[in-house]
């Protein structure tokens, strides 16, 4: 009997720790690339008067496509912080709730660098539907010089649950200024996605005759890549950016660096003004390598 009851009670101790597990293992699931770059919506605004990092730094792509174009490493330093680049959701196209837990601590601060121009023609076909509908699905842009590298940051002290930080902490963009001949045109609705801005209310402007000016591509820093669990989700996480002007921020931020490259530098936080509202970026497949699922 005894030998019985200690079965049984092993059996109920077992199933209360699938209790316990089960529920943070599913907490922890990224959603796949498929599922969350499409969302990968930010909207820029301006750091003013700040001095340069000074910080050295090599780039290696991870996007396929521009693997498969054998682009070089290149070695880059980390000029003034130029742009603040937080998640937002376009005309209450918002994500599902398990994306969105992701999506909403994608915040980017965009240092200016420089580099050799690539000169090469891509085709982009837009992922999000809202500016698929407003432009077309497909545009094609003329890659130039790299402008800006935008690493992961956190906002005044609100850091990422960890199975988040295990996504947002190697998405790390470098931009390009590019040319096209394409303009979008028509208004459009903007709402932050981040809990730090969850009070700010909609913000409503206009698209007038913008033509793209960056595209932002996954690069790793100093040899450091995504794990296995997030490589897809950050190679595939390219992004076009718009001009388009509206409400500023006008706030002050302590922003602190997430990507462990940066982190083991022993950076310390900057306190920043974000002002002026200048571009939004929206995500975008180059030359039908999509996201996978």
Not at 2 to 29: N, T
Not at 37 to 55: A, S
Not at 78 to 107: G, H, T, W
Not at 193 to 219: H, I, K, M, S, Y
Request: net charge negative; glycine share 4%.
């Amino acid at each position: 009997m005894e030998r019985r009851i200690s079965a049984v009670g092993l059996w109920v101790v077992c199933l209360l720790a699938a209790a316990i597990i089960l529920p943070a293992a599913a907490s922890a699931q990224i959603p796949p690339a498929a599922a969350f770059v499409p969302f990968l919506d930010v909207r820029c605004y301006d750091i003013l008067d700040q001095p340069p990092l000074g910080v050295p730094l090599r780039l290696d792509h991870l996007n396929p496509y521009f693997q498969s174009l054998g682009l070089p490493a290149e070695d880059v330093v980390l000029q003034e912080p130029q742009q603040l680049c937080v998640p937002v959701a376009k005309n209450d196209n918002f994500p599902p709730d398990d994306v969105l837990r992701f999506i909403s601590y994608v915040d980017w601060k965009c240092y200016g660098i420089e580099g050799p121009p690539l000169d090469i023609y891509v085709r982009l076909t837009q992922l999000n539907r809202v500016i698929a509908e407003m432009v077309g699905p497909d545009l094609r842009v003329i890659v130039r010089e790299p402008q800006q590298l935008c690493v992961p940051v956190a906002k005044n002290g609100d850091f990422p649950p960890p199975d988040v930080l295990e996504l947002v902490q190697w998405l790390d963009v470098k931009c390009y200024r590019v040319d096209s001949g394409e303009f979008v045109s028509g208004p459009i609705q903007l709402t932050h996605l981040n809990p730090l801005f969850a009070d700010l209310p909609p913000e409503f402007t206009e698209f007038v005759d913008a033509q793209p000016v960056q595209l932002c591509v996954p690069v790793a820093k100093n040899g450091w890549f995504p794990p296995h669990h997030a490589y897809n989700q950050v190679a595939y996480s390219d992004v076009l950016c718009y001009n388009l002007r509206g409400r500023p921020l006008n706030i002050d931020l302590q922003l602190d660096h997430l990507n462990p490259v940066l982190r083991e530098m022993g950076l310390p936080p900057e306190f920043v003004f974000v002002g002026d509202a200048e571009e939004l970026c929206v995500p975008v497949a180059k030359e039908d390598y999509f996201p996978p699922f």
